[in-house]
C-alpha cells in the first residue's frame, strides 16, 4: 500500500509541475488517504504483533 502512496505522490508532483492543477490535487488527496491508511494498518500490526504458539 506504502507503493501506491508514492505513486500517487509522484503522480502529483509531475502533474503540479507540468501545470495539470486538478489532477495533481486528486492524485495529493488520494496518496494522502492511502497514507493515512497505511499508516493504521502499520500501528494495528505493532499492536497485535506476531504471536508465537
Known amino acids: ?3 501506491w502512496t508514492i505513486t500517487f ?3 502529483a508532483i509531475i502533474a503540479g509541475i507540468l501545470g495539470f ?3 495533481a490535487a486528486g ?3 488520494i496518496a494522502k ?3 493515512f491508511i ?3 494498518l502499520f500501528i494495528i500490526s ?3 504483533g506476531r504471536k508465537k504458539i
Open 46 to 48: 505493532l499492536i497485535t
Open 21 to 23: 492543477g486538478g489532477i
Open 9 to 11: 505522490i509522484i503522480l
Open 38 to 40: 497505511f499508516i493504521v
Open 27 to 29: 492524485a495529493a488527496g
Open 1 to 3: 500500500m506504502l507503493r
Open 33 to 35: 488517504i492511502l497514507f
